[in-house]
């Protein structure tokens, strides 16, 4: 058994643990295998291990990167957007984590609307007010869900956060908290289903699922430390 394989049994079975604690299916959450910065072999060997869903957080990456892997995995767009990638980006995923914008919201209903899409999207939320991150603020995005549900194109499933970087896993459980809350009110406030919480990474994903995360981003519990890039030396 390779490391990569080992290591998604292990992230698995925490995944199973942490949903019996909160008395869920883990059936309910789906494993995000982040990739990025990793290379087309290691996802192969996730693949033969199992995994068919995979993120990636650059379009660039994923356009050199997607091509080589098997057409029947599914991938998942995690990183913020750049507005000029949004068409290629459409093109590479099933799902964007991260609309952390009305005027992202609008750029890709044009885009999709030209292609002939309907994206499915999640929104992203800022839910500590981070100066450092994109998303919205909870306030922001009860004022913009009006508009945001006018773009005829966009299939909204649900919300996305980044909470603040912490030394222990608990501490984002707050976070994890006050997103699920938002939810539940943006659905009764708005008649809506938003049925997806992408909440939890390596550090703190138990914690998410127990929070109620329907989908996990989960890169260096799998693949292991990220590899740098050609200019980040």
């Known amino acids: 058994m390779s490391s990569i394989a080992g290591n998604l049994e292990r992230v698995r ?52 990167k997607i091509p080589e892997l098997s057409s029947n995995l599914r991938w998942h767009f995690v990183g913020h957007l750049q507005k000029n990638k949004v068409r290629h980006a459409l093109s590479l995923f099933e799902m964007i984590h991260s ?77 994890f908290v006050q997103v699920r809350e938002l939810r539940d009110s943006l659905e009764k406030e708005f008649n809506m289903k938003l049925p997806q919480l992408s909440m939890g990474m390596t550090q703190d994903f138990p914690i998410g699922i127990e929070e109620g995360a329907t989908l996990v981003r989960v890169g260096t519990a799998i693949f292991g430390e990220r590899r740098a890039r050609k200019g980040d030396l």
């Open 99 to 175: 609309v952390d914008s009305l005027e992202l919201a609008q750029d890709i209903n044009r885009v999709a609307d030209e292609e002939g899409l309907h994206p499915r999207v999640l929104l992203e939320v800022n839910v500590a007010g981070e100066g450092s991150k994109f998303g919205f603020g909870p306030d922001d995005l009860r004022q913009q869900m009006e508009p945001l549900l006018k773009l005829p194109r966009l299939s909204i499933e649900g919300l996305m956060c980044i909470p603040p970087l912490a030394v222990e896993s608990e501490e984002s459980r707050k976070f």
């Open 13 to 64: 079975q925490q995944i199973v643990s942490a949903a019996a604690k909160s008395g869920r299916s883990a059936d309910a959450v789906e494993l995000v295998a982040i990739s990025k910065t990793h290379s087309a072999e290691s996802v192969r060997e996730a693949v033969e291990a199992g995994q068919i869903l995979f993120g990636e957080s650059r379009v660039q990456e994923a356009r050199a």
